[in-house]
């Protein structure tokens, strides 16, 4: 079993190359703009708490300039159906092949994350790869992953050991890729409806207003694990190290429901905490680019909390790979419940 419950963190570091394809640097400028103050504050809260988290850079985003990136260019890219889906298509649309580093490249921030003691240096793919879009193969998903494990040894000295699917698009069928490139740990997807993966036409209203409502108020439930839960989703290497709720940036819209999406949070924390269960908050560092006060402020409160819990409980933080390590530590056989549901 999980001694007295783990928090684990989980960031999808994307700048551009994750929204490249539903909005544009104009719309989204000021929030990519703002990751460059909010991570490095990130940071600072994260070794002030003792956080262990797992940061997953998309390939891209270690590279100076587009001419560096085109150098590195993987033998095969991915050949969606849907071409804007292709953030090739976009760096061979530009010219002259001048791209903002601001909103497309951030080695400095990448080598800050390494600097700073306990976080983990996992991948997001090189190219910010959908694994269930039509079109897009097991080979050209291999190249991807291969590429964004080269560029992270070569200039941040880091072979990354976890992956975080992009858009949560989870590709069973791509783990063996995944184990044959030393990954140990990838985060799946919470079991419920609105957060089954499928490719981004599938991605309805419907199922995204439940999500949103979800991190307010506890639809489906406290998405807590148990040891004996992650050995039964994983059948073997890389271990399922599944996610319970997205920290959503905090609203102007929905202000006076702020409290709720905090208790909602805190609440499944001291659940899982008392159950020594697992819990995997995540989200992405450009959700903090504006209003960065507070969203910092809103992280510091689960933070708080989190201590309150190592101090009452004994709760760790641990990083996808350190549960890794735990999983492969434990013994095969676990008497533990798994915790799942509401109560």
Not at 36 to 49: D, G, I, K, S
Not at 174 to 186: E, Q, S, T
Not at 211 to 218: E, G, H
Not at 221 to 234: M, P, V
Request: aromatic share 12%; hydrophobic share 40%; with cysteine.
């Amino acid at each position: 079993m999980f001694s007295n419950g783990i928090l684990t963190v989980s960031l999808d570091f994307e700048l551009f190359w994750g929204v490249r394809d539903t909005l544009t640097v104009e719309d989204y400028g000021p929030s990519l703009l703002g990751v460059h103050e909010a991570a490095p504050r990130m940071l600072a809260l994260f070794e002030r708490y003792g956080i262990h988290a797992t940061w997953a850079p998309v390939g891209f985003l270690f590279f100076q300039d587009a001419d560096e990136l085109e150098r590195r260019r993987p033998p095969l890219i991915p050949r969606y159906t849907e071409r804007r889906l292709n953030p090739y298509v976009y760096l061979d649309s530009l010219a002259p092949r001048k791209l903002d580093p601001r909103y497309h490249f951030a080695p400095r921030l990448i080598r800050r994350i390494v600097e700073t003691p306990h976080q983990e240096l996992a991948t997001h793919t090189f190219s910010h790869y959908f694994c269930l879009e039509p079109g897009q193969t097991s080979r050209e998903f291999r190249a991807d992953l291969e590429a964004a494990i080269e560029v992270s040894e070569r200039m941040a000295g880091r072979r990354p050991v976890s992956l975080i699917f992009p858009r949560n698009q989870f590709n069973p069928e791509y783990l063996y890729v995944c184990a044959d490139n030393g990954i140990r740990a990838y985060r799946g997807n919470q079991n419920a409806y609105a957060y089954e993966p499928g490719h981004c036409r599938e991605d309805t209203i419907p199922r995204r207003a439940a999500r949103l409502l979800d991190s307010y108020v506890n639809l489906s439930g406290h998405h807590g694990y148990s040891l004996d839960e992650l050995r039964r989703r994983s059948v073997a290497l890389p271990y399922d190290v599944p996610a319970s709720m997205v920290l959503r940036p905090w609203s102007r819209r929905f202000k006076g429901f702020e409290k709720w999406k905090a208790k909602r949070i805190k609440d499944s924390l001291t659940w899982c905490a008392e159950r020594s269960l697992l819990y995997h908050l995540w989200w992405h560092p450009h959700n903090f680019g504006v209003d960065i006060e507070e969203n910092l402020a809103q992280l510091e409160a689960v933070l708080e909390h989190f201590a309150a819990l190592q101090a009452r409980h004994g709760m760790k933080s641990l990083s996808m790979a350190e549960v890794a390590d735990l999983i492969d530590a434990a013994p095969a056989e676990c008497s533990r419940i798994a915790y799942t549901g509401v109560e």
